[in-house]
């Protein structure tokens, strides 16, 4: 790995460490995205749970308050006729939710005794009622009234919006043989939810928007950068190389002059030796006459 780092130029090195640096960007992007995802979707899951907490709660205690308050007005009225009257008069024009959704309904056993949504049912016995998955609300609603009072999941038709799920509780009017019920349409909770998703994505589409966009700026920086810092050191570099090269060349020329020189002075100094030569032949051959002559001027 070190000889191959090595063996890198300085461009590429810049290079290695710009893509590392992407490749780093990259992987904090993908585990802030999920984090970002996973953390929506279980403060959406916790929004639902806690609509759906509070939608319980909120039919526990309105149902309580007219339960309380038909139990004290019947206490004063004689005769089922006037009390199933006062009874369908105090629930008639009760209506929450947003979209009036809410209203309360009122039973003696399973007979209807006030339905202000479908009047037309009030005196029959619906007992034998069931929702499409098989859920005889009735009955249970009944039956949970008897118990102290619970809740009931159910489909059941929503004006103008076809069948949809419902959750329902029921007690007993204190005093008296009726229980009264009231539910809510569960997709208020999905409408909700999905409006919050809205919000949410949008948040998060805005910040990732802002992000990138910041991103895209250091990215563009570090280029430049790494540009700048690449030809601030290639360049004296390659300066000092160029010079190199000619101070080398200069070098080979001077060497080449002196090897020239030295070839000559080897030569001369050869051709010196040759004379140097012939000049103590001579001398010899001299001394030797000399001699000679010395010897027939002697004789």
Request: proline share 2%.
């Amino acid at each position: 790995m070190l000889e191959f780092a090595k063996s890198l130029s300085i461009n590429k090195k810049m290079w290695v460490i710009f893509s590392l640096v992407v490749l780093l960007f990259a992987a904090t992007t993908i585990f802030s995205t999920v984090a970002l995802n996973k953390t929506k979707a279980i403060s959406l899951d916790t929004t639902e749970e806690k609509m759906f907490q509070g939608q319980k709660q909120k039919l526990k205690v309105s149902t309580h308050s007219i339960a309380l308050a038909l139990g004290e007005q019947l206490k004063g009225i004689s005769g089922k006729e006037k009390r199933v009257q006062a009874i369908r008069d105090g629930v008639d024009k009760v209506r929450f939710e947003k979209d009036d959704s809410g209203y309360f309904f009122v039973y003696e056993d399973t007979t209807n005794v006030a339905l202000p949504t479908k009047k037309e049912l009030q005196g029959d016995d619906l007992g034998q009622t069931k929702d499409e998955n098989g859920v005889y609300f009735v009955r249970e609603l009944k039956q949970q009234a008897q118990a102290g009072g619970g809740f009931v999941e159910y489909v059941f038709p929503k004006p103008g919006e076809g069948k949809t799920p419902k959750l329902a509780y029921a007690e007993m009017i204190p005093g008296t043989d009726y229980w009264i019920g009231t539910g809510v349409y569960l997709d208020n909770i999905t409408k909700a939810k999905e409006e919050l998703n809205s919000t949410m994505s949008a948040s998060i589409s805005k910040w990732n928007l802002l992000r990138y966009g910041a991103s895209a700026g250091i990215f563009l920086v570090i280029i430049i950068v790494m540009y700048a810092i690449a030809r601030s050191i290639v360049r004296p570099l390659k300066q000092t190389i160029d010079t190199l090269s000619n101070s080398s060349k200069m070098m080979t020329t001077a060497s080449n002059e002196v090897s020239s020189s030295s070839q000559s002075l080897a030569e001369g100094s050869s051709e010196q030796a040759s004379s140097l030569e012939e000049t103590s032949s001579s001398l010899e051959e001299m001394s030797s006459q000399t001699k000679q002559n010395a010897d027939n001027a002697g004789q």
